[in-house]
């Protein structure tokens, strides 16, 4: 027999649905202890070698999805007050070390160096707590996420898939997540209404299937949703490529602020329409292409600077044909990146230290790709994925008051002393005049309650579509 995953489903952890824990609080998610039961009971009967588990609450790194080591591993409930509640489990290390060589044989940065902690955290017990009451013969491996990019997580699931048919097991893969944990302003998280626009996104990509859309997320967007399971849900994804898959959505619940879902799916023979990622990559360098050819005079000579830099070493030459105001106007200018929608860099100066604002682009691109201390020197191959936008900074004018700043219109300029710190205007998430200034004194190493100054200036951005903020 030809083995492979032969189940997958999405489950929620909140603890308290955990009796011990819940303490009659669980009677309000009741559906959703109902849909777990109902998962469990579908796994006990396929009765598995091997659960592979996508957690989103074990060790994770920037650039590096980590597959817990050793043999065995046990974890308790006790921080929720049910020390009772715990487990031990045995590892399948054979097949902890066949995902670890795939994921190296295909180039994703994943294995099993650099844990922190041993015991087995909630985001894995919940779930297993209901897998147990009814089965308990398979062995476990347990996987975390990380902050590489959506397409990365859904390769570490084929990797997965690959690895299980390799040595032939019977498997089942837990992607474990809640959704929005932004439901409600009497929740424990507050509410946005990113929250609900979320968990109804995601619901429904869960009853059709279509795993294409996980991918196709905006970050700006789940991070005001604040989630913890997309990039599971995307390894899962994943894992069930290529496969026909028949969806069973169980229930969804949010009482306490936080959505919950469980969902199963059933799965099939080979599906070459449910490529998903292929789809994904071939659309996502026609968007990059088209953003590119969009590109103005501005956007493009930061571009040019540097990938002339990376690619050759050598500073870019001003092109012919730039525009007047380009060539003999000086001013502040910050140019930032990104990559696949998140920020990779971002340089600027706050007044002009070149003789033109086009000497000034070709500056700071290239301060932006090799010099911005949170991020790694931009690499030749990140270069067709980035993407441009070019701030040209007015004259800033000094403000007495927090009243004076619009996020939207005004960058703001915090000053103390020899230390000054800059906000640019109209940033994701940067929603409150309080919030942009607190960002711009952190920046500065300015405490809060330090005397200093404010100014504020606009800008004109120059910027492809998806580089506006």
């Known amino acids: 027999m030809d083995m492979a995953i032969e189940y997958a489903c999405i489950m929620p952890h909140p603890p308290l649905i955990v009796p011990a824990v819940g303490r009659g609080q669980e009677k309000a998610v009741k559906a959703t202890t109902a849909a777990l039961e109902k998962v469990a009971r579908r796994i006990a009967a396929l009765k598995p070698d091997t659960i592979i588990l996508a957690t989103p609450h074990s060790v994770m790194y920037g650039d590096y999805i980590h597959i817990s080591p050793g043999k065995t591993a046990a974890g308790d409930l006790g921080r929720f007050g049910a020390h009772d509640v715990r487990m031990q489990k045995n590892y399948d290390t054979e097949l902890v070390a066949k995902i670890s060589d795939t994921a190296f044989e295909d180039g994703i940065r994943a294995g099993t160096l650099g844990e922190k902690d ?6 894995t017990l919940v779930p297993l707590y209901f897998v147990d009451q009814h089965y308990t013969g398979y062995n476990l491996v347990r ?10 997580h859904y390769r570490f699931g084929q990797c997965v898939a690959k690895a299980v048919k390799a040595l032939g097991r019977r498997a089942v893969f837990i992607a474990s997540g809640d959704l929005s944990h932004k439901l409600s302003a009497s929740g424990p998280y507050g509410y946005a209404p990113e929250g609900p ?4 996104q995601c619901t429904a990509i869960m009853k059709s299937g279509d795993f294409a859309q996980f991918l196709e997320f905006d970050e700006s967007f789940f991070d ?18 290529g496969r026909a898959v028949s969806p069973y959505f169980y229930s969804y619940e949010g009482p306490f602020g936080v959505g919950y879902a469980v969902c199963g799916f059933e799965t099939g023979g080979a599906d070459e329409h449910r490529r998903f990622l292929e789809r994904y990559e071939q659309a996502h360098k026609e968007k990059l292409a088209q953003l590119k050819n969009d590109e103005d005079a501005y956007v493009r000579l930061a571009r040019l600077s540097l990938e002339t830099y990376v690619k050759t070493g050598k500073q870019a030459k001003l092109p012919e044909g730039l525009p007047d105001e380009m060539r003999k106007r000086r001013a502040g200018v910050f140019v930032s990146l990104k990559k696949h929608g998140r920020l990779r860099g971002c340089i600027g100066t706050i007044s002009p230290v070149e003789p033109s604002v086009a000497q000034e682009i070709l500056r700071n691109a290239v301060s932006a790709g090799t010099g911005d201390p949170r991020f790694d020197v931009v690499e030749a191959h990140e270069l067709p994925e980035l993407v441009y936008s070019v701030d040209i900074l007015g004259k800033s004018e000094p403000i007495s008051s927090l009243d004076e700043l619009d996020t939207k219109r005004y960058g703001v300029i915090v000053t103390s002393g020899f230390r000054r710190g800059l906000l640019l205007p109209n940033l994701e998430g940067i929603d409150t005049p309080q919030k942009q200034v607190k960002i711009a004194l952190q920046k500065a190493h300015i405490g809060e309650e330090e005397s200093h100054k404010m100014e504020r200036f606009e800008v004109v951005r120059h910027a492809a579509q998806e580089g506006k903020n």
């Open 118 to 123: 041993k015991q087995l955290d909630h985001a």
């Open 197 to 200: 626009q979320f968990d109804a």
């Open 224 to 241: 005001a949703a604040a989630e913890c399971g997309l990039r599971s849900f995307i390894e899962l994804a994943g894992v069930l490529d």
């Open 143 to 152: 996987v975390s996420l990380s902050g590489l990019p959506y397409a990365d």
